[in-house]
Structure formats: structure tokens, C-alpha cells
């Protein structure tokens, strides 16, 4: 099961230098600023992550992004992230793949999610109705995720509960 996947990560689906300074610019937002004390740099992130999220969560979310990883690693993961590329990778799996993406989710866009699936042979696609990448408790979209995930997995033999 895949959610929120990409095929291509953001450089190599950059068409122009603008895109590719777009790129850049969040390697060095988080190498600059995600270690600091002023959350408005990783602020950034949360409101691309969950732009539907409360107040609340997103400064619960600013100070996980804070606490879980060097502002250098967090760099290296969105830099490696951007080299992605999974076009061949993808037509060679042979598992049942359910995959999953937001409509409105830009980390990474709809199309890739869309993408991905038209890769995967044999695998099912499913449109979420949400903006958030990360999917809020309460939202019709998680319902939706829980549902189709559930079902998913009702496909696969599992081991039987102690």
C-alpha cells in the first residue's frame, strides 16, 4: 500500500530553473532553520504537510519536526528526496498495490500518486478528498483512508490474534 508516493521526486520532474531553485530552496530552509528556536521556517513545511491542521497541531507538528531530526539530516532526506525516481522500478512490481493520494496535496502532487499507480501493473488508485498530506483525525479523508486500507488488507491472510 502506498500513500502520498511519488514516482519522480521534485528535480526530476523540474521542467525549469525556477523549479529547480524551488528545490533548492527547501534543502536550505531546513539546513538553515529547522534546528532553531523560531518555529517560522519549519512552518513552512507544516502548512505544505497539513494546510488544514489547527493552530494547535501545527505548533505540536513545528516542534516535531524540531525534535526528531538535525537540521542537516532533514536537508539530506528532502535533497534525496528530490533525486527520486522510480519510473522503471515501478512497472517491474508484481505485488497488489493499493495506492492512495490527496487531491489537494502538493508533497508530492496528485498527478505523481496518479502517476504511480498508472505505473504499477494491475494496481488500484484511490482519490482522497483532502489538501493535507498528512491526514487529519476527523476528516472524511481519514475515514476514507481507514476504510480502503482495511479492505485492502482484508485481501491478505493474516495470523490470528493470541
Known amino acids: 500500500m502506498l500513500y502520498g508516493a511519488s514516482a519522480q521526486g521534485r528535480l526530476v520532474r523540474a521542467v525549469t530553473e525556477q523549479d529547480r531553485d524551488r528545490h533548492r530552496l527547501q534543502v536550505d530552509l531546513a539546513r538553515l532553520g529547522w ?4 518555529p517560522a521556517i519549519r512552518q513552512v513545511f507544516t502548512s505544505q504537510f497539513m494546510p488544514g491542521g489547527s493552530k494547535e497541531l501545527w505548533q505540536a ?4 519536526q524540531r525534535a526528531s531530526t538535525s537540521a542537516e539530516n532533514a536537508a539530506r532526506v528532502l535533497d534525496a ?3 527520486i525516481d522510480v519510473m522503471d522500478q515501478a512497472r517491474r512490481v508484481r505485488a497488489r498495490t493499493l495506492v492512495m493520494h490527496a ?3 502538493q508533497r508530492p502532487p496528485f498527478e505523481q500518486g496518479r502517476l504511480l ?3 504499477i501493473p494491475d494496481s488500484r488508485f484511490v482519490s482522497l478528498d483532502s489538501d493535507n498530506h498528512i491526514l487529519l483525525d476527523g476528516e472524511a ?3 476514507a483512508f481507514l476504510a480502503e486500507f482495511e479492505s485492502f488488507l482484508g485481501g491478505i491472510d493474516r495470523p490470528a490474534r493470541p
Open 35 to 38: 534546528g532553531s528556536d523560531d
Open 61 to 64: 507538528f513545528n516542534e516535531l
Open 81 to 83: 528526496c528530490g533525486s
Open 103 to 105: 487531491r489537494g496535496d
Open 117 to 119: 499507480a498508472s505505473l
Open 141 to 143: 479523508a481519514w475515514s
